[in-house]
């Protein structure tokens, strides 16, 4: 059973996970060291706490949401304390009003392969360049929503446990797993040879989301391949892709938010 504690000191090493969070040069050279990342927000803690593969290192809780949260965090083990302080105690750690009054710091684990990942019949979203943490969050929120079986990402995307990440995706990406993509179009190829078929899409496609049928595509891995807004895919990567398709849009309009997107290709690849 946890322990909590009653903090008053923001020097408190009980809240030494939690330092300036509002910096954010600072928070990835700390979370890099002590091999961490900050779980914010009741309802993505509440999913946190439904997760037995994560390891929670520390807990800090405004009382009312500790009050709240008692049940819950009586599950977790025995050396994790839970500290409890007021607003104006967290504001001093973290460096910002912290309305929702919920932290917690998590182990990180070393992510998997994604070629251990893609196998058999399944659903998958892969990344190149996905640098965004809110659009990296909302990408992984929808991902959960369609039942993707991972997040493959390349190794120029954002890192997906970053504190706006996890908040933005209401704890999804806790939840759905992320698979470590080799450099693509290199890694493109990879999944091909383990049988899936790559769908990218790119607003420059000459064939429309729309016409690809989710039976034409075979029984093996589906792959979903998005990039950063803006620039997009790059060419080759394009080129290595099994499918190029757009959404068609109204005109004027060119394409949509990456996380959007995703979540239109993977409604009507599942529908």
């Not at 500290?83 to 967290?90: G, R, S």
């Not at 929808?142 to 209401?170: E, I, K, M, Q």
């Not at 493109?188 to 990218?200: P, S």
Request: proline share 6%; with cysteine; charged share 20%.
């Amino acid at each position: 059973m946890s322990t909590r504690v009653t903090v008053t000191d923001p020097a408190s090493p009980l809240l030494a996970d939690f330092v300036a969070l509002s910096d954010p040069e600072t928070r990835r050279q700390v979370e890099r060291d002590g091999n961490y990342f900050v779980v914010e927000g009741i309802l993505a803690i509440e999913r946190l706490l439904d997760l037995p593969q994560w390891r929670v290192r520390g807990v800090a809780l405004l009382p009312r949401v500790a009050d709240r949260l008692a049940p819950r965090l009586a599950a977790l083990a025995d050396d994790v304390v839970v500290a409890v302080a007021d607003e104006d105690v967290l504001r001093a750690v973290v460096g910002f009003a912290i309305h929702r009054g919920a932290l917690a710091s998590v182990e990180r684990v070393t992510a998997v392969a994604a070629s251990s990942m893609v196998l058999g019949a399944g659903l998958f979203v892969a990344a190149e360049g996905l640098n965004d943490h809110e659009n990296l969050g909302s990408l992984y929120r929808n991902a959960a929503a369609f039942g993707v079986h991972a997040v493959l990402l390349d190794p120029s995307c954002a890192d997906p446990f970053y504190r706006r990440s996890v908040r933005v995706s209401l704890g999804h990406v806790l939840g759905v797993p992320t698979g470590r993509l080799d450099p693509l179009p290199g890694g493109l190829d990879r999944l091909h040879e383990l049988g899936a078929t790559t769908i990218a899409l790119t607003p420059s496609a000459d064939h429309a989301l729309r016409d690809l049928k989710r039976a034409a595509l075979g029984p093996g891995p589906v792959v979903v391949v998005v990039g950063a807004e803006g620039p997009g895919l790059r060419d080759e990567t394009l080129a290595t892709a099994a499918y190029r398709v757009s959404i068609p849009m109204a005109s004027g309009v060119d394409s949509l938010n990456v996380a959007t997107a995703t979540a239109i290709a993977l409604h009507h690849l599942t529908s």
